[in-house]
């Protein structure tokens, strides 16, 4: 019997145009170029001038539709990663329903951080495998510079703003598409990484404002450590469950949070780093949006190939992780 795998069949994204560089940074907080990268690999990251996520996410979408050449409202389904929505609702995956005028798409969006993107991908896979749609649309994007203490070094250094998409169809190939996702969560990690103002658990008042609880906080070396590990692991166990090898994998595209984590992640799989999209140096931590928006670079700059063997691999606040295996379909 044959099954239906989806494809990802187009690429889209986009960040603003604003520029925050490390020595930008060093204006606001005690720290230096030379620690950030060095500790990070991250030299600079984009920052919005206004407008919410969904703002960032349309650009990426129109340029993934110009790509396939269709129009919105061919699009059935649109699922939305982000832990930066416009607003806690209507989901950010109708305010872009509305602006990009998908007008027979139903969405829903995701709050699974850094791996939002994994999550998303993974259940879009899933509507598409069933049959009952031909057309869903993933998108990833954040605009962490609304979360962040521009005055904590500890965070301020990390993120920054920008969003990527895909679109999934049937593919015409059962061995090409979507073929494994392997996802985990841990809530037990949520001490380590949260933001804990403005949900219902602490509404907005002038003390959880003037307490910072609107912001992002992070203990780094504690998320580290289980992140080193968390990426590493669940990418060796994405090539085993598909009896790869490292010399299998054509891509590997990782979250990108620190490339200390990536090369930890690319060494245990037994990858060259020539086999890694990495782009945190110009970007930082965009969140959910990380892996899409390097898929998307590397595509347009015709580096992925038909038949290519591609790794998606992220983790992030939850903790949530997991990984993704794709065969290019186009
Ligand atoms: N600039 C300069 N110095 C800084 C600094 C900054 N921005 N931030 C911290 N430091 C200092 C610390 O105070 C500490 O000084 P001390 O040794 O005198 O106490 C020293 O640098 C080392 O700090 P530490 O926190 O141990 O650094 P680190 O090597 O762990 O790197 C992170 C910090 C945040 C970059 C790192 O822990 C990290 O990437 N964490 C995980 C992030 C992540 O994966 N998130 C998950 C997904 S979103």
């Known amino acids: 019997m044959s099954k239906i795998k989806a494809a990802i069949t187009s690429v889209g994204h986009?960040?603003?145009?604003?520029?925050l560089t490390n020595f930008d940074l060093e204006k606001l907080v005690d720290t230096n170029d030379e620690w950030i990268r060095t500790r990070t690999g991250i030299s600079e990251r984009r920052v919005a001038e206004g407008g919410g996520t969904s703002d960032l996410a349309v650009p990426?979408?129109?340029?993934?539709?110009k790509n396939r050449g269709i129009g919105?409202?061919?699009?059935d389904v649109i699922i939305f990663a982000t832990v930066t929505p416009d607003m806690f609702?209507?989901?950010t995956a109708c305010v872009l329903q509305e602006k990009i005028g998908a007008k027979k798409a139903w969405g829903f969006d995701i709050s699974a951080a850094c791996s939002g993107f994994?999550?998303?991908?993974?259940?879009?896979?899933?509507l598409i495998e069933t049959g009952a749609y031909k057309k869903v649309l993933v998108v990833g994007a954040d605009k962490m510079s609304s979360i962040m203490d521009y005055t904590d070094r500890n965070t301020a250094i990390l993120f920054g703003d920008g969003a990527g998409a895909v679109l999934l169809e049937p593919s015409s190939d059962e061995k090409l598409g979507v073929l494994?996702?392997?996802?985990y969560s841990d809530g037990s990690g949520g001490q380590y990484l949260y933001m804990s103002g403005g949900g219902s658990l602490n509404p907005p008042t002038h003390e959880t404002i003037d307490k910072k609880m609107h912001y992002l906080v992070q203990d780094g070396k504690a998320v580290f450590k289980v992140a080193v590990k968390g990426m590493a692991d669940v990418s060796e166990e994405i090539l085993q469950r598909n009896n790869l090898t490292g010399?299998?994998?054509d891509w590997l595209i990782p979250h990108q949070a620190n490339l200390r984590i990536i090369d930890a992640t690319a060494d245990r799989m037994g990858l060259d780093k020539s086999k890694v999209m990495i782009n945190i140096g110009r970007y930082g931590n965009t969140t959910a949006a990380t892996i899409p928006l390097a898929l998307s670079e590397w595509w347009h700059e015709g580096k992925v190939k038909k038949g290519q063997n591609l790794v998606l691999a992220s983790f992030g606040a939850g903790y949530t992780w997991g990984a993704v295996y794709v065969k290019w379909a186009y």
């Open 14 to 19: 986009f960040v603003p145009p604003k520029v």
């Open 60 to 65: 990426a979408v129109q340029m993934l539709l």
């Open 72 to 75: 919105a409202e061919e699009i």
């Open 89 to 91: 609702f209507p989901a």
């Open 118 to 126: 994994v999550y998303a991908i993974s259940l879009g896979a899933q």
């Open 180 to 183: 494994d996702h392997k996802l």
């Open 247 to 249: 010399a299998d994998v």
